[in-house]
């Protein structure tokens, strides 16, 4: 029942919060109204088109933001927490946030990449250092902070890099300090192509269960050829790994 | 030409092992948690906090809470990225899989986390998010690294989070990155005394807008965690299409150049009683952030903006507030009212528990945090002087965090 009452307000209140923000004076020029234009903090407020257009017959435009990124319909979010059930329990359980731009660099480098090297098709540094908007890095400029949500773009920008940067990491495991327990490092493979536990438990944090191993085994198995499928292996391992902090 | 092949190969094959990942857990401690807190009383000692409220929950929350499963090997991969930016090491993650006290090796392993400089790092960078500036000084742009990095800074000495509002030195510390330390340092403002992050001029400068309203707007969403309108009547007055809700009298609040008293959309009164109490204390700092001896900041007039006065923010007679009843002169005053505001040090816990738990923002996106779950951190930080650190040292250690 109260959870009813209380439901009932959010959508009061966000169908309030809906007509505040959508009040768009009708004499507001297009480009405000619209918003066509990047407003840049660094410059004077007054290059933005509109800005000071408030007067007897209008209500100066708020922005639905404190930064410069589009505001979430209300609606959307209530549909969100709605579907992650009720915020006793959604609030108590883990969400998926995705590994920030500078964890993803340190992530790599731990494991051996040179985040320096560049190639054709790009390396994974390269790619990494190409994919800050991609991967959801902040945009301080603009008064927004680094997203904690997946992209699709971001996503794929993260399964991209760790393909590039597998075969670094399979050359390089054995010397990384990351994998080391008492000075000695574990080969990613063992002389009959399989993963080797230990490996495995380094690249994704956390120890690898039989599950781990069977599907790491099965990536090197099923390939074209065993070096392709070891690549396949290591990316695979990293990009379920990783899609969660 | 082998490149997206591979790559969606690599897609394909990532979907079965996420769910192998995500769904897998040791086997020796399968139906070693309870998960659901249980009824401790409230319980803070030994640093593990239990939620004594138990909330109303529907069947299928209980049961979706009671069959986390305790993982401290997926706590201490999760807890690692969330402090200091690095997977465990596989040093790390055997000392916690191999011990007989999984508990205590995982809690070391926190403390050990807690204590290295990279987690220090990692809170200026948390706090760059969540006060949305970051970047250092150019020309007469100021650094917008100095407040974050008090942030970082009062959390890593363990000082009462309320010194980020109250500080009257060293409010805009550095940080050497290649020693990996904080340096002093005080803003300079400019203003007759500083006053914390109220007086950074990259607070200042970032948050620069029309008469002074973005940095109160800024004050409020991220340190009380809501939107205006912040404060309510308990007796709404009927005004034009709609209901006046603050608790200042309604013509308290300017009429021109712009008439803060309109009812012919919204209520603009609901909101701007609080804001326009506030801003002119803000109003000074000019479009670099720093002080002038005159109000700096310009009302937004057609054709063009004029430099904002006093009668613009308010009715003569009225005197600058941080709310209804709790006047304050100036930007130390303020710092004084926000340290005691109750609300701000729940915001401060809500956004330490969104990141420890992965949520998203407590303002942009509604991830708040029901009082029932926040109460027992809550009780944490007051009892401990404010002490961020040692709260976010509870939540990483309480059942819930530990539960997958």
């Known amino acids: 029942m109260k959870r009813t009452i209380l439901s009932s307000l959010a959508v009061v209140a966000l169908l309030g919060t809906v007509s505040c923000v959508a009040q768009a004076p009708s004499d507001l020029s297009p480009d405000t109204i619209h918003k066509t234009f990047q407003e840049d903090p660094t410059k004077d407020p007054v290059q933005t088109p509109g800005a000071y257009a408030g007067g007897e017959t209008n209500t100066f435009s708020h922005v639905a933001d404190l930064g410069n990124g589009i505001a979430r319909d209300p609606f959307d979010i209530l549909a969100q927490r709605q579907e992650e059930g009720p915020p006793e329990v959604r609030t108590r359980l883990h969400s998926c946030q995705k590994i920030q731009y500078g964890t993803l660099r340190n992530i790599l480098i731990g494991f051996g990449v040179d985040m320096e090297k560049t190639s054709t098709p790009p390396s994974a540094g390269e790619l990494w250092k190409g994919a800050a908007g991609a991967l959801g890095a902040a945009n301080y400029d603009a008064r927004v902070g680094e997203t904690i949500l997946w992209s699709s773009a971001g996503a794929a920008k993260l399964f991209d890099i760790f393909v590039q940067a597998a075969p670094e990491i399979i050359a390089a495991l054995p010397n990384v300090d990351q994998c080391k327990v008492d000075g000695t490092g574990p080969a990613m493979f063992d002389d009959k192509n399989q993963c080797n536990p230990d490996a495995v438990t380094c690249l994704i944090g956390r120890p690898a269960t039989p599950e781990h191993l069977a599907i790491c085994n099965s990536m090197v198995k099923a390939s074209s050829d065993v070096e392709t499928g070891k690549k396949i292996a290591v990316a695979t391992m990293l990009s379920a790994a990783h899609s969660c902090e | ?404």
């Open chain 2, 1 to 404: 030409m082998r490149f997206y092949p591979m790559l969606a190969t690599v897609l394909a094959a990532a979907i079965p092992l996420l769910a192998a990942c995500t769904k897998s857990a040791p086997s020796d401690l399968n139906g070693n948690g309870s998960g659901n807190g249980g009824s401790g009383g409230g319980d803070t000692s030994g640093g593990t906090v239990v939620v004594d409220d138990a909330p109303v929950l529907d069947k299928t929350g209980i049961s979706l809470l009671d069959s986390r499963p305790k993982d401290y090997n997926e706590a201490l991969r999760t807890a690692s990225l969330k402090l200091v930016r690095a997977l465990p090491t596989l040093q790390q993650i055997k000392s916690v899989a191999g011990a007989k006290d999984q508990k205590a090796a995982y809690e070391t392993e926190i403390d050990a986390m807690l204590a290295d400089t990279r987690f220090n790092e990692r809170m200026i960078k948390w706090w760059k998010d969540v006060m949305r500036m970051g970047g250092g000084a150019n020309g007469k742009a100021p650094s917008r690294d100095t407040a974050p990095t008090f942030a970082a800074r009062i959390m890593a000495e363990g000082r009462p989070f309320t010194d980020l509002f109250t500080a009257s030195k060293n409010n805009c510390p550095t940080y050497d990155t290649m020693a990996h330390a904080f340096v002093d340092g005080d803003c300079q403002s400019g203003a007759p005394a500083e006053s914390g992050v109220l007086t950074d001029p990259g607070v200042m400068y970032q948050f620069y807008g029309s008469m002074a309203f973005r940095r109160v707007r800024w004050v409020q969403e991220i340190f009380v965690c809501t939107k205006f309108p912040a404060e309510y009547s308990g007796t709404p007055i009927h005004k034009g299409s709609a209901d006046y809700t603050s608790p200042w009298p309604f013509e308290s609040v300017a009429t021109a150049p712009i008439d803060f008293q309109d009812t012919k959309s919204v209520i603009c009164a609901n909101c701007h009683t609080t804001i326009n109490h506030m801003a002119p204390l803000f109003g000074n700092f000019d479009a670099n952030g720093a002080y002038q001896n005159k109000i700096a900041v310009m009302t937004p007039t057609a054709p063009d903006a004029t430099p904002t006065e006093m009668s613009h923010w308010l009715k003569p007679g009225e005197t600058t507030s941080w709310r209804m009843k709790t006047p304050v002169s100036d930007l130390p005053s303020l710092g004084l009212a926000i340290a005691k505001d109750h609300d701000v040090g729940e915001c401060a816990v809500s956004r330490l528990w969104n990141f420890t738990m992965s949520k998203e923002d407590i303002v942009s996106d509604l991830a708040t945090v029901p009082a029932a779950v926040l109460k027992p951190y809550l009780a944490e930080f007051d009892g401990n002087g404010q002490n961020l650190k040692k709260t976010l040292r509870a939540m990483l250690t309480s059942d819930d965090f530990t539960h997958y």
